[in-house]
């Protein structure tokens, strides 16, 4: 019960980590705001949850007026926010090579990946500054590591977070906020349902995750359980970090063909 009368916001909490995240936080004692555009999926995670120690709102991260709205109405219900989990992410899908991508798919990756972090970030630091005390988790991914994990646009998303992880943590540390980030590898989601789809498809699951050094793929509990201590009162000497949840994928030159 490391979370017991904390307040937790989680964005992107609809599926995938984020929802993983979410229940883990509650679980563990939590009063939780789910945020994710889709309000019909939170509503179902929530059902079962005590109401008195949820809420939920469909706002588009990108939206810096929702965002502002969102974080009121969190703070009007429980008075405070210790924990924000900027979760929310889209991949776009596109994997072009840089002469041929679209800009504007760059224009609406940015928005969510990053200025969603933005927005969240500057908003819930205000009260944590107050307070003296917060703890800030961005989900990137091994993608802002190192390439072949993404498309252009979303891998320079993700590294900008993890640029601003660093960043938040060095403006913030001063009032005790600390800010870190995960970087996820293959984590079967609904971002990535389409790769494992496709996989099972033709029936290559087994070699899903297969160049990563644990030989699998990951799970969305088991990122949400790096977060969680992230967020806790356990990792308080720990910040500016960015941490691969990726089953040691980026440990390794990582290059096909040399595992067997």
């Given at each position: 019960m490391r979370f017991r009368d904390k307040v937790a916001v989680v964005t992107g909490a609809a599926s995938g980590i984020g929802r993983a995240t979410a229940q883990r936080l509650y679980g563990e004692g939590a009063c939780v705001a789910l945020i994710d555009r889709n309000a019909e999926a939170l509503a179902a995670i929530t059902a079962d949850m005590d109401p008195a120690r949820v809420w939920h709102g469909g706002v588009d991260v990108a939206n810096e007026g929702e965002v502002v709205e969102c974080i009121d109405e969190i703070e009007r219900r429980f008075e405070k926010i210790d924990v924000l989990c900027n979760?929310?992410?889209i991949a776009g899908g596109d994997y072009s090579i840089i002469a041929d991508t679209e800009i504007g798919l760059w224009s609406k990756i940015l928005a969510v990946n990053l200025m969603g972090v933005v927005?969240?970030?500057?908003?819930?630091s205000r009260g944590m500054i107050e307070r003296?005390?917060?703890?800030?988790?961005?989900?990137?991914?091994?993608?802002?590591?190192?390439?072949?994990?993404?498309?252009?646009?979303?891998?320079?998303?993700k590294a900008a977070v993890i640029n601003l992880t660093q960043t938040s943590a060095c403006d913030l540390g001063r009032w005790g906020v600390?800010?870190?980030?995960?970087?996820?590898?293959?984590?079967?989601?609904?971002?990535?349902?389409?790769?494992?789809?496709?996989?099972?498809?033709?029936?290559k699951e087994g070699k899903l995750g297969s160049r990563c050094e644990l030989l699998r793929a990951g799970r969305p509990e088991e990122v949400a359980a790096v977060i969680a201590?992230?967020?806790s009162d356990e990792a308080s000497y720990v910040t500016g970090q960015a941490l691969p949840v990726d089953g040691g994928n980026t440990a390794s030159l990582n290059l096909p063909g040399m595992k067997v």
């Open positions: 979760n929310a992410g927005h969240f970030t500057k908003r819930v003296q005390r917060g703890a800030i988790v961005n989900t990137a991914s091994v993608a802002g590591v190192r390439s072949g994990a993404g498309g252009n646009a979303y891998s320079a998303s600390r800010v870190n980030a995960v970087c996820p590898g293959l984590i079967e989601t609904g971002m990535t349902a389409r790769v494992f789809e496709r996989a099972r498809e033709l029936g201590f992230l967020a």
